[in-house]
T-cell receptor, first 112, second 114 residues
Framework: DQQVKQNSPSLSVQEGRISILNCDYTNSMFDYFLWYKKYPAEGPTFLISISSIKDKNEDGRFTVFLNKSAKHLSLHIVPSQPGDSAVYFCAASRVNNNDMRFGAGTRLTVKP | EAQVTQNPRYLITVTGKKLTVTCSQNMNHEYMSWYRQDPGLGLRQIYYSMNVEVTDKGDVPEGYKVSRKEKRNFPLILESPSPNQTSLYFC?????????????FGPGTRLTVT
C-alpha cells in the first residue's frame, strides 16, 4: 500500500526551463512533506520541506506547493540546471513521528 | 564533518548466513532509521528508533532486526538472509531540534544474497 505516489518515473527538460515534479499522497494524517534529491552512488540529501499549515515554501530556485484538499504536492525548479539531474523523492510524515513514507522517485534529466 | 557512515558498502553473501550492517552518526541525533531502496518502490522504511533502547517497526520489518544500545549506532541485522533481501540499504538520522524529519542519509550498502 503506497501512501505516497510519484506517478512519473522520469522527466526531461531543457536547461533554463521550469521542472515540475509531482507527488500524491493518500493518508490525510500526514502533516509534513519533504523532497530529497539523490545522485548515483550517494545517499539522498534533503532539498526542501513544507508543513501542512502552509501551501507554499520557497528556497532559491526551489519551490514546493501543497494542495491539502487534493492531497497533492509539487516541486518547481526554476531555472533548471544540468546539475539538477538526479532522482527526486517525495516523502511524508506526521509530526512527532519518525515513520516516514517515500514515493518511488522521479528521475529528472536537464539537457544543456 | 557531520556524517552518517555505513559498513560495508558492498556485500555479497549466501542464503542463511547471518550478517550485520553497521550504521553510525556523529551528530548526536535522536532519530535513526533504516530503509531499503528497490526499483519502482522507492525507499521503504524497515525500522526506526526515536532514542536509545526505543525501536519501532517501519513498513517492511520482516526478516530484519535492529538494536539501539548507544545513541550514535544503529546496526541492521539479518539473521537468515534470503534472496528477496537483495537491495540497496540506507541508514539515516535526524534530530528533534531545529528541523526535525529532515534526515541525513548514509552512502548506502548494496547487499546481494545468492
Amino acid at each position: 500500500d503506497q501512501q505516497v505516489k510519484q506517478n512519473s518515473p522520469s522527466l526531461s527538460v531543457q536547461e533554463g526551463r521550469i521542472s515540475i515534479l509531482n507527488c500524491d499522497y493518500t493518508n490525510s494524517m500526514f502533516d509534513y512533506f519533504l523532497w530529497y534529491k539523490k545522485y548515483p552512488a550517494e545517499g539522498p540529501t534533503f532539498l526542501i520541506s513544507i508543513s501542512s499549515i502552509k501551501d507554499k515554501n520557497e528556497d532559491g530556485r526551489f519551490t514546493v506547493f501543497l494542495n491539502k484538499s487534493a492531497k497533492h504536492l509539487s516541486l518547481h525548479i526554476v531555472p533548471s540546471q544540468p546539475g539538477d539531474s538526479a532522482v527526486y523523492f517525495c516523502a511524508a510524515s506526521r509530526v512527532n513521528n519518525n515513520d516516514m513514507r517515500f514515493g518511488a522517485g522521479t528521475r529528472l534529466t536537464v539537457k544543456p | 564533518e557531520a556524517q552518517v557512515t555505513q559498513n560495508p558498502r558492498y556485500l555479497i553473501t549466501v542464503t542463511g548466513k547471518k550478517l550485520t550492517v553497521t550504521c553510525s552518526q556523529n551528530m548526536n541525533h535522536e532519530y535513526m532509521s533504516w530503509y531499503r531502496q528497490d526499483p519502482g518502490l522507492g525507499l521503504r522504511q524497515i525500522y526506526y528508533s526515536m532514542n536509545v533502547e526505543v525501536t519501532d517497526k517501519g513498513d517492511v520489518p520482516e526478516g530484519y532486526k535492529v538494536s539501539r544500545k548507544e545513541k550514535r549506532n544503529f546496526p541492521l541485522i539479518l539473521e537468515s538472509p534470503s534472496p528477496n533481501q537483495t537491495s540497496l540499504y540506507f541508514c539515516a538520522s535526524s534530530t528533534r531540534q531545529g528541523r526535525p524529519y529532515e534526515q541525513y542519509f548514509g552512502p548506502g550498502t548494496r547487499l546481494t544474497v545468492t
